[in-house]
């Protein structure tokens, strides 16, 4: 009990920074606040994120929402802060049944918890006029076994290879041929040999390494039923072959213990890594901490076990929601909907935020794929939309009901560091059995 709780406090200050988008507001600017433009008339409603950034999205949809629906326009108060900190006061609203907000983002190692006590109200409805527009799995990944859905993500949040273009020259080595782990392993080598630098680096503070190579295998982290999974051979064979590329030399444990500290942003930035396996809306990690790798950096596919297999699976994400017991339930939801889903709302995702929109007709408007001005097209050698096109829909999520939330927490405290940093000789089915005892719920 006392290592399940230790467990969890240590993941509190994980989960603060595992999310997608921009970088939280700081702890003690946690009630940091952003409106629309304000109409007589209009209905107060108020929404409550983590991320500074979604603060001006979700007002400028409101701006947008009023101007296309002057019959019921909204007056929308956003507020900002902390991420675990807002997730707890967010949880503690809605066990109370008092003092939530109308709407939520709520990030995606939290949303189980909020699932499965039944604090959210589904969005069958509002989805329906959009689902043959959208992906649709990666609105259905916030549902339950029942077939309803209840939060509605900011991107596909498409995995894919970053690499470091210089690097990658030097040693001779053309992504475009690397499709199979054991391709990357070996292109790793050469990396290796003749720049000394490592091919890739694993966390072990979170879990996108290790996530998208078992989601590649079929595997999850919870069972068909909710319960934590991760003791399985699936599971202990990803470990197993992180371990040998470590113990190549070809991946290293990233600075900082993950890909969102400022350790691993300079180590990153100063070329010493030539690859990362992240999802697209990781472009904004570059633009914004890796100046001197713009123009350097090129997007390809994520290897994959075999050859013929699907290319392409989801990770990280944020559930937009509308919490249980607002005043003004279908209102939110409509405007929940159209803020996510429409067309523009997807392009300023895009263009401003970086994010690989679930919208596919964009992927095929020049606008949107070919624009000249856009931050992240220029920063890169290649075009991110070139692999959604290619991979289209057929798209792994992960499973994030029943224990989920508290499955988490325990994989990135204590999991990964075990083993590949503090116990990376143990076995890994015997140490995964460990950690799943650990795990509460």
């Known amino acids: 009990m006392k290592k399940a709780f230790k467990n969890a406090a240590a993941a509190a200050l994980v989960l603060s920074l595992a999310f997608c988008g921009a970088v939280a507001v700081n702890a003690e600017d946690a009630s940091t606040q952003g ?15 983590f991320q500074e950034l979604h ?25 900002t802060g902390e991420s675990h900190s807002l997730h707890s006061k967010l949880l503690v609203a809605c066990q109370n049944g008092e003092g939530a907000p109308d709407m939520a983002d709520i990030e ?19 989805v329906e006029p959009y689902k043959d527009d959208v992906v649709m799995s990666r609105i259905e990944m916030y549902g339950d076994k029942e077939g309803n859905v209840y939060g509605i993500d900011f991107h596909l949040g498409a995995s894919v290879c970053y690499y470091n273009m210089d690097i990658m020259n ?31 680096a694993v966390e072990t503070a979170d879990l996108f390494l290790p996530q998208l190579m078992l989601l590649e295998k079929g595997g999850q982290y919870v069972d068909e039923d909710g319960n934590p999974n991760i003791a399985t051979q699936d599971h202990a064979d990803v470990i197993n072959y992180i371990r040998e590329m470590i113990n190549l030399g070809i991946c290293e444990i990233a600075p ?28 904004g990690r570059f633009t914004d901490y890796c100046p001197d790798l713009a123009g350097k950096m090129a997007i390809y596919e994520i290897p994959v076990w075999n050859e013929g297999d699907t ?16 005043e003004n339930e279908e209102l939110a939801k409509e405007f929940l909907a159209f803020a ?17 929109p679930i919208r596919t007709e964009l ?61 990376p000789d143990q076995d890994a089915m015997e140490l995964l059995q460990n950690e799943q005892d650990t795990i509460i719920y």
């Open 35 to 49: 409106t629309n433009t304000f109409v007589d008339g209009g209905t107060e409603m108020e929404f409550w994120t």
């Open 55 to 79: 603060v001006g999205f979700w007002t400028e949809m409101a701006d947008i929402w009023n101007e296309q629906n002057p019959d019921k326009p909204i007056n929308l108060t956003v507020t």
């Open 108 to 126: 995606i190692g939290y949303y189980g918890s909020f699932l499965k006590d039944g604090y959210l109200l589904p969005l069958n409805e509002v």
């Open 170 to 200: 030097e040693a001779g080595v053309d992504p475009a041929e690397i499709v199979t782990w054991d391709d990357y392993v070996e292109a790793g080598k050469k990396v290796l040999e003749a720049t000394g630098k490592p091919m890739c």
């Open 256 to 283: 900082g213990g993950g890909f969102h500290t400022e350790e691993w942003y300079g180590h990153l930035n100063a070329g010493d890594v030539a690859s990362v396996a992240m999802p697209l809306w990781y472009m």
């Open 311 to 326: 290319r392409e699976v989801l990770q990280g994400g944020t559930g937009s929601s509308v919490i249980k017991g607002t």
């Open 340 to 356: 996510k889903l429409s067309a523009e709302g997807n392009a300023y995702e895009w263009n401003i935020l970086g994010f690989d």
């Open 363 to 423: 992927w095929d408007d020049p606008e949107i794929t070919e624009n000249p001005d856009n931050k992240f097209l220029a920063y890169f050698q290649t075009n991110p939309f070139d692999i959604l096109k290619k991979n289209g829909t057929d798209l792994t999520a992960p499973d994030i009901s029943g224990t989920y939330s508290a499955t988490y927490s325990v994989l990135v405290s204590t999991t990964y560091s075990n083993a590949f940093e503090f116990s």
